[in-house]
Nanobody, 125 residues
Framework: QLQLVESGGGLVQPGGSLRLSCAAS????????IAWFRQAPGQEREGVSC????????NYADSVKGRFTLSRDHAKNTVYLQMNSLKPEDTAIYYC??????????????????WGQGTQVTVSA
């Protein structure tokens, strides 16, 4: 059974940090590219960051460049999103998603086949 499970969300003050994890099961670690998306109330789902199958290539939305870092541990079949200098506008439900068709990654949600259930991130004083 193919499954993605996110964890690490929570409430943090502006300027703080969180690390989100996305643990995959049911498929091998080097068979998929993976991305993080987020969706705030009343807004469309937007791409935050993604990483290629190999982990050698990453991409970030302009809004998070320099603040967020995406990495993957193939041995643990897990991807990590380190979020620093968080802002209130980062508040959203964060989802990880996987795609198998290409080795590289994309920030377009329509190109992903498998999704986790999401984890809430709230940045507030």
């Amino acid at each position: 059974q193919l499954q993605l499970v996110e964890s690490g969300g929570g409430l943090v003050q502006p300027g703080g940090s969180l690390r989100l994890s996305c643990a995959a099961s049911g498929f091998t670690a080097d068979s998929y590219a993976i991305a993080w998306f987020r969706q705030a109330p009343g807004q469309e789902r937007e791409g935050v960051s993604c990483i290629s199958r190999s982990g050698g290539s990453t991409n970030y939305a302009d809004s998070v460049k320099g603040r967020f870092t995406l990495s993957r541990d193939h041995a643990k079949n897990t991807v990590y999103l380190q979020m620093n200098s968080l802002k209130p506008e980062d508040t959203a439900i964060y989802y990880c998603a996987a795609r198998f068709s290409y080795a590289d990654c994309s920030l377009y949600p329509s190109q992903y086949n498998y999704w986790g259930q999401g984890t809430q991130v709230t940045v507030s004083a």
